[in-house]
């Protein structure tokens, strides 16, 4: 009959037990699931959410010609400081894999008039916050280059970082940081993107190409202080000779403004100030006339409400990728160790004669 091996000092000596066997298999998968929450759970979580639904409001003014004096729909030529209501929706219409399909969707309204709505889609990866080129097959997704309305997770500060794409252009322009701001509670970081260029749509603001010769003999005396005395003084001589419809070429030139936050890249607040010229062809010459200037900005309402919107997501953020797994991957740890003493105990009941 064999016998028990006798207790030898300095060796350690340990029997598995049904609880510490127990404690420790659940020790291994608590620190397990930390390991997955911290790799796998918070990277899925930090891109673009397939839930996208944000939405910003702004207020400002525009100051230019009256529009309608254009079609002859009015009289007084010049608009000053005529408030504008803006608001922005940005959501996601459908994800496939790392490129999520986002709306954004602009309905301004300026002074009592009606509201215009002008949407525009783009596919975004949900890392960088980049918009691309559009999927195959997606006819009305635009063909876009750079950050179209927030920024990634962790914004660089750095020169030549970022593009900021222009819609009214339809070109992106570089981003150049400007500063720290703390907007809505929040700390942020500002951007700015300038771009110029010939104006892609006219339509969507409403501007003809072309102006009949009859409205510009009628809207010439108000542009008094937009264009030089001496043109003003030749107009009259010049008109005859000009085509009945006067082509138009419009540019614009549009300076956007981003305060992302600092942790999580969100915007919390932005805003823009557009200005618009169209060039008159009067054969002889071509006549830059200052249009329009339009400026918004996130009202405060607007910058609160985000401020709070991304706060809550940068708890939750911190909740999961920081607290849920140490507490996980500390918990593991310490069933392992009672796992341990559990065994040690065993082993020395049994020792004990």
């Known amino acids: ?192 993107s300038v771009s110029e260029g010939e104006l892609a749509n006219p339509a969507a603001l409403k501007l003809p190409t072309s102006l009949p010769k009859d409205t510009l003999a009628a809207l010439a005396p108000g542009l008094d202080g937009l264009v030089s005395p001496e043109l003003l003084a030749a107009l009259p001589g010049v008109l005859p000779s000009l085509p009945a419809e006067i082509p138009i070429a419009w540019t614009s030139r549009t300076t956007t403004l981003v305060d992302a936050d600092q942790e999580l890249g969100a915007t919390i607040a932005g805003g823009s100030t557009q200005e618009i010229t169209g060039s008159l062809d009067l054969g002889i010459t071509t006549v830059d006339v200052p249009f329009a200037t339009i400026a918004i900005y996130s009202s405060d309402e607007s910058i609160e409400t985000r401020g709070e919107q991304v706060g809550d997501d940068s708890r939750l953020l911190n909740l999961v990728g920081t607290v849920l797994p140490i507490v996980l991957l500390v918990l593991g740890v310490l069933l392992l160790v009672a796992a341990l003493l559990l065994a040690r105990r065993a082993a020395a009941r049994t020792r004990t004669p």
Do not use: H
């Not at 490129?99 to 301004?108: C, S």
């Open 1 to 192: 009959m064999a016998s028990l091996r006798p207790y030898e000092p300095g060796v350690c000596s340990v029997k598995l037990s049904r609880s510490s066997v127990v404690l420790a298999v659940v020790g291994v998968l608590l620190i397990v699931a930390a390991a997955v929450v911290r790799f796998v759970v918070v990277p899925s979580v930090t891109k673009l959410p397939a839930d996208l639904d944000v939405t910003l409001e702004f207020t400002g003014t525009y100051n230019g010609i009256n529009p309608a004096v254009l079609s002859g729909g009015a009289t007084e030529v010049l608009a000053e400081d005529v408030p504008i209501v803006a608001v922005r929706n940005v959501s996601a219409q459908d994800v496939d894999g790392d490129t999520e399909i986002v709306r954004r969707a602009d309905e301004r309204t300026v002074g009592d008039g009606e509201p215009a709505l002008t949407e525009v889609f783009f596919a975004v990866d949900r890392e960088t916050a980049q918009a691309g080129p559009a999927p195959d097959g997606a006819e009305d997704v635009t063909d876009a280059e750079g950050l179209v309305f927030t920024l990634p997770i962790g914004p660089s500060t750095a020169e030549g970082a970022y593009r900021y794409w222009d819609q009214n252009t339809l070109q992106s322009a570089p981003v150049t940081f400007e500063g720290e701001e703390t907007l809505g509670g929040r700390d942020v970081y500002r951007y700015q």
